[in-house]
């Protein structure tokens, strides 16, 4: 299989189609399953102000040998176009056996979308023009599109001592929680409204985000210089991890980054937190957010210059055995609703992806499991060719069918949007039915034996939608 998908590079999503036409279309996007007649129309939920804002057991993807196939010269074009369409069949085959048979567009529901904090509201279409559908249409394209698509890459430098210059077949972690990170950057560096633009060259804000995930060493977020900070927690290459493991990797590697620089100069200008149980969910039960270890994260980030920095909160979650407790589906879903919104890590057991929105049970998803060539990103170069980081096909799963291990992100760039963030957090933990996927509190306190306790938080008010402040918190 190894062998197959090296020889593989797919035509969606991929650098090879400098010629198509970028333009999202109604056709693109709507599901092959939605008749030709449908009526049905996008707007944007007017409440929605898009903002700028433990480990489980898993499935192991199969792991070859990292030995190229050759290509020799005696080849004729016959054979390798039938190799290659033979190659073609067999990786999407390969896929469908794990991510399901593949489902593409928008259905024909009249079920709101959530995209990361923002909402694209379906309506019946009888008092709206078609011209303003496709506006909509248009603009959830753009959105889409717009989002930062890391895949498998093949012709790298090989990783620290090893022989592998592919991720092909174990990497779809690696990249999938590369793909949260580098959207929390674009939320940050150029905001949540931020959308790609063919017609222009890229910014060097945009560009400079890219080449910090670039394949080398020399990249300070690569799958290099991840592997290599999360040693301690069974990162290798060739080897599949799940994702508690690459969110304390990534913490290891944001941590060691700033060690490198001054505070001035970060690479990743932004606090890393994982929300966990008590002693890293030792004892088990829902994770906890604490605040004040929140606020010491941001302390420590910034050297004490500080009480409050962006932060990225990362919350690795197990819900189910086999596959999510559709107890818990309710709760995942409504996470896409808070502007704080990065999405899922998470997929089929073996097989991650990055899951960017939500409709009814669908789950659309960026996949990292195509094949690409190395590209070299330089934030000086503006000539250089980034659609093979962009994906204009949003692709669907089931949400109930996701392996049970996941993980939440979440971006605060400020305290007040922190604020917002636990008042949504608490509400949607106290209507979870006893099933939260994290709580909040507000400190830690020890009982008189000693034993460390969470101290509960609620609001002085209901939760009305109305602006809450930090002293309307009051401890239980």
């Not at 248009?138 to 599109?145: P, R, V």
Request: charged residues 25%; negative net charge.
């Amino acid at each position: 299989m190894k062998a197959i998908c090296d020889r593989f590079v797919p035509s969606n999503c991929s650098s090879s189609n400098t010629g198509e036409k970028r333009d999202i279309s109604r056709a693109s996007l709507v599901s092959d399953s939605a008749s030709s007649d449908n009526n049905s129309d996008l707007t944007l939920c007017p409440d929605v102000v898009a903002s700028s804002s433990p480990v489980s057991q898993q499935s192991k993807e199969a792991s070859t040998s990292e030995h190229k196939p050759d290509c020799t010269t005696h080849n004729s074009w016959t054979v390798i176009f039938k190799t290659a369409s033979m190659a073609s069949g067999a990786i999407r085959r390969f896929q469908e056996r794990v991510l399901g048979p593949s489902r593409t567009g928008i259905s024909s529901s009249t079920s709101e979308i959530w995209l990361l904090g923002v909402c694209y509201k379906i309506s019946d279409g009888e008092s709206s023009e078609e011209g303003d559908s496709g506006h909509v249409l248009t603009a959830f394209g753009q959105d889409f599109s717009s989002l930062i698509l890391m895949t498998y890459r093949r012709g790298f430098e090989p990783i620290g001592d090893t022989a592998y210059t592919s991720d092909v077949n174990w990497g779809c972690m690696l990249r999938s929680s590369q793909m949260l990170f580098a959207q929390a950057l674009l939320f940050q560096r150029l905001g949540r409204s931020w959308r790609k633009k063919e017609s222009e060259p890229p910014e060097e804000e945009y560009l400079g985000i890219l080449e910090l995930f670039g394949d080398s060493e020399a990249s300070a977020f690569s799958i290099h210089n991840l592997i290599l900070a999360g040693e301690s927690y069974g990162l290798a290459a060739g080897s599949w991890v799940g994702p508690y493991a690459v969110c304390r990797s990534w913490e290891s590697l944001v941590r060691k980054k700033r060690e490198e620089t001054d505070v001035k100069n970060k690479s990743f200008s932004m606090a890393v937190h994982i929300v966990s149980g008590s002693e890293d969910g030792e004892r088990g039960g829902a994770p906890i957010l604490c605040i004040e270890d929140v606020t010491k994260s941001c302390v420590e980030f910034s050297e004490g210059e500080t009480e409050w920095t962006p932060i990225l909160l990362l919350v690795p979650l197990v819900l189910g055995l086999d596959k999510v407790n559709p107890r818990y589906l309710p709760s995942l879903i409504a996470t896409f609703t808070f502007p704080q919104s990065l999405g899922i890590l998470g997929g089929k057991p073996g097989a991650s992806t990055y899951i960017v929105g939500v409709q009814e049970d669908k789950g659309f998803y960026l996949d990292p499991h195509d094949v690409q060539q190395v590209v070299t990103v330089n934030k000086e170069d503006r000539d250089v060719d980034t659609l093979s980081y962009h994906c204009n096909t949003p692709r669907y799963v089931p949400l109930e069918s996701l392996d049970p291990s996941l993980a939440l992100g979440f971006y605060c760039p400020d305290k007040a949007d922190f604020d917002d963030f636990c008042i949504r957090a608490t509400k949607l933990a106290g209507e979870s039915n006893g099933a939260p996927l994290f709580t909040v509190t507000q400190s830690h306190r020890r009982n008189d034996s000693g034993i460390a306790e969470s101290s509960s938080i609620v609001t002085s008010t209901e939760f009305s939608g109305e602006e809450e402040h930090e002293d309307d918190w009051q401890l239980l």
